[in-house]
């Protein structure tokens, strides 16, 4: 997969109030998607490109499936399932709580940011979080710190 040289930046007023889904991993590898349901207060390193954001996006919806739905909670995280089926950890923002996701679902193996193309693995090196993929509750700062809850 090409990813163009040049990098377009998003800026906090265009994801204000709409779906905005970004990356990050842990020190572990491990991959995750974040649905920020509008929620600007996201980590300033996601919004470097919107071409790399659009690439690792790509490249996760376009992996095959390897194993069953995993959400925990089930219910209405059942239809957020399809990252997680493909290996990536799936959070969602808690409405009415800046930068606060909630695990929706959890891949049994997730992938690594090994398996991703170069340009990939360092953007999303630029958003690797403290604390491991699969913490229950994640309060993620815009500067890239995070913190349990």
Do not use: C, F, K, N
């Given at each position: 997969m090409s990813v163009p040289g040049e990098h377009t930046v998003i800026t906090r007023e265009e994801i204000t109030g709409v779906e905005f889904d970004w990356f990050a991993t842990d020190?572990?590898?491990?991959?995750?998607?974040f649905l920020a349901a509008g929620d600007p207060h996201v980590p300033e390193a996601a919004l470097a490109s919107e071409e790399l954001l659009e690439a690792v996006h790509v490249w996760i919806d376009t992996r095959p499936e390897r194993e069953e739905p995993n959400a925990p909670a089930g219910g209405f995280d059942d239809h957020l399932t399809p990252p997680q089926r493909r290996g990536a950890y799936v959070y969602d923002h808690v409405p009415g709580e800046p930068g606060v996701y909630r695990l929706v679902a959890a891949p049994r193996t997730p992938?690594?940011?090994?398996?991703?193309p170069g340009p990939m693995q360092?953007?999303?090196?630029?958003?690797?979080l403290?604390?491991?993929?699969?913490?229950?509750?994640?309060?993620?700062?815009?500067?890239?710190?995070v913190e349990e809850g």
């Open positions: 020190e572990r590898g491990h991959v995750a998607q992938i690594g940011l090994s398996e991703m360092a953007y999303l090196r630029t958003l690797t403290s604390l491991p993929l699969g913490t229950p509750r994640l309060r993620v700062h815009e500067d890239g710190g």
